[in-house]
């Protein structure tokens, strides 16, 4: 039983050693860190943050193959370059060997004949490289490589990339790219106020659609176009921009991770700030992550893993250009939520049904009004229109003044937070002043108001000018968007609520199960059953009662310590899958029993040629759920966890949850809560609820074992762990275990 150690695993995840506010912090080569703070594998546990101030707004900038002549390609962009620095008020200084000016502005030979400090050198030329080496020998903080033909190219690309990133790492100058462009140089309007978006692309034709909300009055503050991420990466941005004031959301179009942990590292920091990351990851199938590697030569990682990886840190996942724009749009500027409550009001009854079907199934919550509430809003709505939510008035009170007196009712509610009004087509007398109404009635609410304008023209005047020209009422031109960004809105302040980071639960020291576990490790080589098992209870993970013998009278006699009925298994390193060749007996009752199953186990073992560690001997285990948990080595991520329902139904069903280490017990829970077979462990055609405590505390010890054993332990796989019922615990009744 667990009895005797139920919740030590527990309580000491969930130790908070660091608080969640800024640590202390060290500045290198303009990066900060955490100092001494490591988790048990000597990994950071704060994000890194480079200071990207001189980067976005530099004093000086060294255009290295500038150019005036005409046709050439390095013209255009140095034109750019230039309107881009009168603009902001930065030096240009053109670096040419053979010319003496470019556009009129007079040239130096090198980048070592710079006289004057350099904030930031962009890099025209078809081999950085050289540059890069130069640039060593100056005090430029960072430069720009414009330059393709690296990883996304191939093998060949990829190591000239390498080259050209160890090259950076010992300059100590931080690098955009290679493989990026202008986007960062953009003209961004300062005519904007409130929270903006910032963006961050892997592809810069995929960032313009966010780009471009600032002709719809939407501000951006930054645009990083990442490129292949040679040195700079998006993570390195999302930890630069969760710190900015001016910054409400972090808009971002992922197609691979340089760093897992990176990327989780920065996740959390803006968790901790309380700022949204949306972000666009393209990989879902093998074509989409095959593309995404030809594109920026980086890796996609396993989706589900991703997937998870993102909810888990509070990153909203989308997968539309344009719910990029519309959710990143309404969690910049939406303010903290004060109820959970969504109410849909609509002039239309079949409107206001559709929406609120839609909305339901997606999983917001629409409140039945109270009665008094509805009371109020039938002095202006007839009474045989429903009320009680979505609200339906008719459409008549709309165009005169009891249209305002129903929206401000709705929102006078406490249990609402959000009022959504589809507006599906254009009919002036009605819609121009509901659209008027919803605008002032957002001005003087701190609630959110949202609308969708469903009009495929979108010229109309109440769109353009009255919802579009309101920075308090969130817009939308679909169903499906409104509902993704309300979800994410609410979900994220529910998320950074209280938020406490799962890296400040990981262990910084092993534990004396690691010492333990350690010992039994064989680098390179799977595990027996019998020593998977050792592992386990070197974790306090809860085995059946067994012995592991080499004749038949030693099994008759493990049996009888053992107690009848006993279940015997072959035992060796090689055996995968035992039951598939008949090296399983279950429920032998009797000496007579065990004798024949021992000669029959060795038998077909040496018939199949595999080579025994011995036949165990275990005690037989009460029904209860059955449950897989283990631990495999994402490419990206590193160790990561995953329970689901075990036995065969594991191969049929594929019912699992994934998480990455570290993480703390709400997680765990929440891992099962996702399970389509969730109801099995709460008891089903009368079988008793099973010991859902008792799991998560197997879950927990498992993901302790996968950080320690992070450079031991390639695969776990304990399967099934028999859940018993409420009480009783759980028991692990096979495993197999791969060394790294």
């Given at each position: 039983m667990l009895g005797s150690t139920h919740g030590t695993f527990t309580t000491d995840l969930r130790a908070r050693v660091v608080a969640c506010g800024e640590s202390p912090r060290t500045t290198v080569h303009g990066v900060t860190a955490a100092p001494g703070d490591q988790d048990v594998s000597g990994r950071p546990l704060h994000a890194p943050v480079p200071d990207l101030d001189r980067f976005f707004r530099p004093e000086s900038v060294a255009v290295v193959g500038a150019s005036d002549a005409e046709g050439r390609p390095n013209t255009g962009i140095t034109r750019q370059l230039l309107a881009w620095a009168e603009r902001v008020g930065t030096r240009l200084v053109p670096v040419h060997p053979t010319r003496t000016s470019v556009f009129g502005i007079d040239c130096v030979p090198s980048v070592g004949a710079l006289t004057e400090p350099v904030d930031l050198a962009v890099l025209l030329v078809a081999d950085p490289l050289p540059v890069i080496e130069e640039l060593a020998e100056t005090k430029v903080r960072f430069a720009v490589a414009f330059a393709s033909g690296f990883a996304e190219t191939g093998e060949a690309g990829a190591a000239a990339q390498e080259r050209l990133a160890a090259a950076v790492r010992r300059s100590g100058i931080r690098l955009l790219g290679p493989n990026t462009n202008l986007n960062a140089f953009e003209r961004f309007r300062e005519d904007l106020e409130g929270p903006a978006v910032a963006l961050i692309t892997q592809s810069g034709h995929q960032g313009r659609p966010v780009f471009t909300l600032q002709e719809l009055g939407v501000r951006l503050s930054h645009w990083a176009p990442t490129g292949n991420e040679a040195d700079l990466e998006t993570s390195d941005f999302?930890?630069?921009?969760?710190?900015?004031?001016?910054?409400?959301?972090?808009?971002?179009?992922?197609?691979?991770?340089?760093d897992g942990r990176s990327f989780l590292l920065a996740a959390d920091r803006a968790a901790r700030h309380g700022v949204p990351v949306v972000a666009v990851k393209v990989g879902r199938t093998e074509t989409g992550a095959r593309t995404a590697a030809s594109h920026t030569g980086k890796l996609t990682g396993a989706d589900q893993v991703v997937d998870a990886?993102?909810?888990?840190?509070?990153?909203?996942?989308?997968?539309?250009?344009?719910?990029?724009?519309?959710?990143?749009?309404?969690?910049?500027?939406?303010?903290?939520?004060?109820?959970?409550?969504?109410?849909?009001?609509?002039?239309?009854?079949?409107?206001?049904?559709?929406?609120?079907?839609?909305?339901?199934?997606?999983?917001?919550?629409?409140?039945?009004?109270?009665?008094?509430?509805?009371?109020?809003?039938?002095?202006?709505?007839?009474?045989?229109?429903?009320?009680?939510?979505?609200?339906?008035?008719?459409?008549?009170?709309?165009?005169?003044?009891?249209?305002?007196?129903?929206?401000?009712?709705?929102?006078?509610?406490?249990?609402?937070?959000?009022?959504?009004?589809?507006?599906?087509?254009?009919?002036?007398?009605?819609?121009?002043?509901?659209?008027?109404?919803?605008?002032?009635?957002?001005?003087?609410?701190?609630?959110?108001?949202?609308?969708?304008?469903?009009?495929?023209?979108g010229t109309e005047d109440a769109y353009r000018t009255t919802l579009l020209g309101s920075s308090r009422v969130a817009t939308f031109r679909t169903f499906a968007n409104c509902i993704g960004a309300v979800k994410a809105y609410l979900d994220h302040h529910r998320f950074t609520t209280g938020y406490r980071s799962p890296f400040d639960e990981a262990p910084?020291?092993?534990?004396?199960?690691?010492?333990?576990?350690?010992?039994?490790?064989?680098?390179?080589?799977?595990?027996?059953?019998?020593?998977?098992?050792?592992?386990?209870?070197?974790?306090?993970?809860?085995?059946?009662?067994?012995?592991?013998?080499?004749?038949?009278?030693?099994?008759?006699?493990?049996?009888?310590?053992?107690?009848?009925?006993?279940?015997?298994?072959?035992?060796?390193?090689?055996l995968a899958h035992k039951t598939e060749l008949g090296l399983v007996k279950v429920g032998l009752t009797s000496a007579s029993q065990v004798r024949d199953a021992y000669r029959e186990l060795t038998d077909i073992a040496r018939f199949e040629s595999i080579d025994l560690d011995g036949i165990l001997v275990c005690q037989m285990v009460g029904r209860g759920v059955e449950m897989v948990v283990g631990v495999t080595r994402d490419e990206l991520f590193g160790p990561t966890?995953?329970?689901?329902?075990?036995?065969?139904?594991?191969?049929?069903?594929?019912?699992?949850?994934?998480?990455?280490?570290?993480?703390?017990?709400?997680?765990?829970?929440?891992?099962?809560?996702?399970?389509?077979?969730?109801?099995?462990?709460?008891?089903?055609?009368?079988?008793?609820?099973?010991?859902?405590?008792?799991?998560?505390?197997?879950?927990?010890?498992?993901?302790?074992?996968?950080?320690?054993?992070?450079?031991?332990?390639?695969?776990?796989?304990?399967?099934?762990?028999?859940?018993?019922?409420?009480?009783?615990?759980?028991?692990?009744?096979?495993?197999?275990?791969?060394?790294?």
């Amino acid at each position: 039983m667990l009895g005797s150690t139920h919740g030590t695993f527990t309580t000491d995840l969930r130790a908070r050693v660091v608080a969640c506010g800024e640590s202390p912090r060290t500045t290198v080569h303009g990066v900060t860190a955490a100092p001494g703070d490591q988790d048990v594998s000597g990994r950071p546990l704060h994000a890194p943050v480079p200071d990207l101030d001189r980067f976005f707004r530099p004093e000086s900038v060294a255009v290295v193959g500038a150019s005036d002549a005409e046709g050439r390609p390095n013209t255009g962009i140095t034109r750019q370059l230039l309107a881009w620095a009168e603009r902001v008020g930065t030096r240009l200084v053109p670096v040419h060997p053979t010319r003496t000016s470019v556009f009129g502005i007079d040239c130096v030979p090198s980048v070592g004949a710079l006289t004057e400090p350099v904030d930031l050198a962009v890099l025209l030329v078809a081999d950085p490289l050289p540059v890069i080496e130069e640039l060593a020998e100056t005090k430029v903080r960072f430069a720009v490589a414009f330059a393709s033909g690296f990883a996304e190219t191939g093998e060949a690309g990829a190591a000239a990339q390498e080259r050209l990133a160890a090259a950076v790492r010992r300059s100590g100058i931080r690098l955009l790219g290679p493989n990026t462009n202008l986007n960062a140089f953009e003209r961004f309007r300062e005519d904007l106020e409130g929270p903006a978006v910032a963006l961050i692309t892997q592809s810069g034709h995929q960032g313009r659609p966010v780009f471009t909300l600032q002709e719809l009055g939407v501000r951006l503050s930054h645009w990083a176009p990442t490129g292949n991420e040679a040195d700079l990466e998006t993570s390195d941005f999302i930890s630069y921009f969760a710190g900015r004031p001016e910054v409400g959301a972090i808009a971002c179009y992922v197609e691979g991770l340089k760093d897992g942990r990176s990327f989780l590292l920065a996740a959390d920091r803006a968790a901790r700030h309380g700022v949204p990351v949306v972000a666009v990851k393209v990989g879902r199938t093998e074509t989409g992550a095959r593309t995404a590697a030809s594109h920026t030569g980086k890796l996609t990682g396993a989706d589900q893993v991703v997937d998870a990886a993102m909810r888990q840190y509070g990153v909203i996942r989308v997968d539309g250009l344009d719910q990029l724009q519309d959710t990143a749009t309404l969690l910049a500027r939406a303010r903290r939520p004060h109820a959970d409550g969504v109410v849909v009001y609509s002039i239309s009854g079949g409107t206001g049904a559709h929406f609120a079907d839609l909305a339901t199934a997606a999983g917001l919550e629409l409140p039945t009004l109270p009665q008094a509430k509805q009371d109020e809003l039938h002095q202006w709505i007839p009474e045989y229109l429903s009320v009680s939510n979505p609200v339906d008035n008719g459409g008549h009170p709309v165009g005169d003044w009891r249209g305002r007196k129903i929206i401000d009712a709705i929102l006078a509610d406490p249990s609402v937070g959000v009022l959504i009004c589809p507006i599906t087509g254009p009919f002036p007398p009605m819609s121009d002043k509901l659209a008027q109404d919803l605008v002032e009635a957002a001005e003087a609410t701190d609630k959110l108001v949202c609308v969708v304008w469903g009009s495929p023209v979108g010229t109309e005047d109440a769109y353009r000018t009255t919802l579009l020209g309101s920075s308090r009422v969130a817009t939308f031109r679909t169903f499906a968007n409104c509902i993704g960004a309300v979800k994410a809105y609410l979900d994220h302040h529910r998320f950074t609520t209280g938020y406490r980071s799962p890296f400040d639960e990981a262990p910084r020291t092993p534990s004396p199960s690691f010492r333990k576990a350690q010992a039994l490790m064989r680098p390179g080589r799977r595990l027996s059953e019998h020593a998977a098992k050792q592992l386990l209870r070197a974790y306090g993970i809860r085995v059946p009662r067994e012995q592991l013998v080499t004749s038949a009278a030693a099994a008759v006699r493990a049996a009888g310590l053992v107690g009848y009925p006993v279940v015997m298994k072959a035992s060796g390193a090689q055996l995968a899958h035992k039951t598939e060749l008949g090296l399983v007996k279950v429920g032998l009752t009797s000496a007579s029993q065990v004798r024949d199953a021992y000669r029959e186990l060795t038998d077909i073992a040496r018939f199949e040629s595999i080579d025994l560690d011995g036949i165990l001997v275990c005690q037989m285990v009460g029904r209860g759920v059955e449950m897989v948990v283990g631990v495999t080595r994402d490419e990206l991520f590193g160790p990561t966890v995953t329970v689901g329902l075990g036995g065969v139904l594991v191969e049929v069903l594929n019912d699992t949850a994934v998480r990455v280490p570290p993480f703390g017990e709400r997680e765990a829970r929440s891992m099962l809560a996702e399970l389509r077979g969730r109801a099995l462990l709460d008891g089903v055609r009368g079988a008793p609820p099973a010991d859902v405590d008792a799991l998560v505390e197997v879950v927990l010890r498992v993901q302790r074992m996968a950080l320690e054993l992070d450079g031991d332990l390639a695969e776990l796989d304990i399967n099934p762990l028999m859940v018993l019922p409420r009480g009783q615990g759980a028991v692990a009744l096979d495993a197999l275990a791969v060394c790294r």
